[in-house]
Nanobody, 124 residues
């Protein structure tokens, strides 16, 4: 059974940087596609960045040029590097990850999982 563990949120001043991560915990599992969402206080959840299994990235206009999505296959971890942060980036950040694993009898198992969310607060 695969679980996702998010980490890396925190408090930072305007212009600062943070990196949030999302690790897949389990045996014989790898991350394929990744999406990072955020939900500001009192607002709808929005897609911030995505990375396909083929390596194609997409970003919301509001973060383009400031955020970078990437993964470390060896660590089975997805990342969102956030630079030049602004107060409007304050939100709970959540990862959604597609995983590929194998059972003890080598049957492939695909799953789509959500992280628990991590708070990012940018002070002005």
């Amino acid at each position: 059974q695969v679980q996702l563990v998010e980490s890396g949120g925190g408090l930072v001043h305007t212009g600062g940087s943070l990196r949030v991560s999302c690790a897949a915990v389990g045996t014989r599992v790898s991350i394929t596609a990744i999406e990072w969402y955020r939900q500001p206080p009192g607002k709808e959840r929005e897609l911030v960045a995505s990375l396909t299994s083929g390596g194609t990235t997409n970003y919301a206009d509001s973060v383009k040029g400031r955020f970078v999505i990437f993964r470390d296959n060896a660590k089975r971890t997805a990342y969102l590097q956030m630079n030049n942060l602004k107060p409007e980036d304050t939100a709970v950040y959540l990862c959604k990850v597609d995983t590929l694993g194998y059972t003890d009898t080598d049957e492939p198992v695909v799953a789509r999982l959500w992280g628990q969310g991590t708070q990012v607060t940018v002070s002005s």
